[in-house]
């Protein structure tokens, strides 16, 4: 019996490798504009407001999206735009 030479990939981060990536820059009304989608960033003990800060948006597979400021997760969006309280659900297959 001969083992296998293949490793099991995390879930987790084939989703992160796997994601479309793309920047924009947050509108006067704290809002960010993708996907035919306008998504509202909540409060955030980061900073009083995110207007005119550049962001990037990921879209993972299971299709929700993710919005961050430089390493930080700042907020969760089902495929449809409702946020998603708990963002360790984000890029998981449901």
Same mark, same amino acid.
């Given at each position: 019996?001969? *083992?296998?030479?293949? +490793?099991? %990939?995390? &879930? $987790? ?7 479309? @990536?793309?920047? !924009? +820059?947050? $509108? /006067?009304?704290?809002?960010? %504009?993708?996907?035919?989608? !306008?998504?509202?960033?909540? @409060?955030?003990?980061? /900073?009083?407001?995110?207007?005119? $800060?550049?962001?990037?948006?990921r879209q993972y597979p299971d299709g929700t999206f993710a919005i961050f400021h430089? &390493?930080? /997760?700042? $907020? %969760?969006?089902?495929? *449809?735009?409702? &946020?998603?309280?708990?963002?360790? @659900?984000?890029? !998981?297959? %449901?």
């Amino acid at each position: 019996v001969q *083992d296998s030479a293949f +490793v099991a %990939a995390d &879930p $987790a981060a084939l989703a992160e490798i796997l994601c479309l @990536q793309e920047e !924009r +820059v947050v $509108a /006067r009304d704290n809002t960010v %504009a993708f996907a035919r989608l !306008r998504l509202q960033l909540p @409060q955030s003990p980061i /900073r009083h407001h995110f207007v005119k $800060a550049t962001v990037k948006i990921r879209q993972y597979p299971d299709g929700t999206f993710a919005i961050f400021h430089g &390493p930080r /997760r700042i $907020a %969760a969006y089902s495929s *449809d735009g409702t &946020p998603i309280q708990n963002c360790r @659900q984000i890029g !998981r297959a %449901a």
